[in-house]
């Protein structure tokens, strides 16, 4: 049973880098070989979609977020990583990881995803 | 403002059948599968159903769900206390080029 945990500062000063880490237990990115995505829920806000990477260094970023954003994916510790460049109060969100999962048409959605982590941009 | 709209809450009591709607248009619902997820605050969501009315091994069938045109549904029927979550729905939309979601109802069961 794969299990997806996010960690890094819940607290980031507006311009600075927003730096998140995924780490996913119960098995091998490597074997999985799937798609893992950054999702984020802003206070009283919808969820929100914030792009996909997978190990072979393949991405899909969000369009409004393409322009900040880098993900990877470290297969030799198991973890997927997120940066978000120059933030703002309005990045401020609760940020989930999940793995995408497929069927053989195609379709694709969002499971496991891990718990969350609230990060605050603030002075 | 959520692309896919939902109530922001709905409430039940033990035992009783509860339906929580989610509605889109034709760029997102009408076109691509939905998907529902139950999140407890503080907690992964979870998945209930993919590919509109797909349950996932483990997930109880007291929940079912369908879609018609541009509206999807999920209902839980036998509502029981630890049903009480946010549930939200979600679709790949054509026209953003983006997954988009809904604001979840929150679910009480009094």
């Known amino acids: 049973q794969l299990q997806l945990q996010e960690s890094g500062p819940g607290l980031v000063k507006p311009s600075e880098t927003l730096s998140l880490t995924c780490s996913v237990f119960?098995?091998?990115?490597?074997?999985?070989?799937?798609?893992w995505a950054w999702l984020r829920q802003p206070p009283g806000k919808g969820l929100e979609c914030i792009g996909s990477?997978?190990?072979?260094?393949?991405?899909y970023y969000n369009p409004s977020l393409k322009s900040r954003l880098s993900m990877s994916v470290d297969a030799s510790k198991n973890q997927i990583s997120l940066r978000l460049t120059s933030v703002t109060t309005a990045d401020t969100a609760v940020y989930f990881c999940?793995?995408?999962?497929?069927?053989?048409?195609?379709?694709?959605?969002?499971?496991?995803w891990g718990q969350g982590i609230l990060v605050t941009v603030s002075s | 403002q959520s692309v896919l709209t939902q109530v922001p809450s709905a409430s039940g009591t033990p035992g009783q059948r509860v339906s929580i709607s989610c509605s889109g248009g034709?760029?997102?619902?009408?076109?691509?599968?939905v998907y529902w997820y139950q999140h407890l605050p503080g907690t992964a969501p979870k998945l209930l159903f993919y590919k509109d009315n797909q349950r996932p091994s483990g997930v109880p069938n007291r929940f079912s769900a369908s879609k018609s045109g541009t509206s999807a549904s999920l209902a839980i029927s036998g509502l029981r206390s630890e049903d009480e979550a946010v549930y939200f729905c979600a679709a790949w939309d054509n026209s953003l080029d983006v997954w988009v979601f809904g604001g979840g109802t929150k679910l009480a069961v009094l």
């Open positions: 034709g760029s997102n619902l009408g076109r691509n599968y």
């Open positions: 990477v997978h190990d072979s260094g393949d991405t």
């Open positions: 119960g098995g091998s990115i490597k074997t999985t070989n799937s798609y």
């Open positions: 999940a793995k995408v999962d497929e069927d053989t048409l195609g379709s694709n959605w969002f499971d496991p």
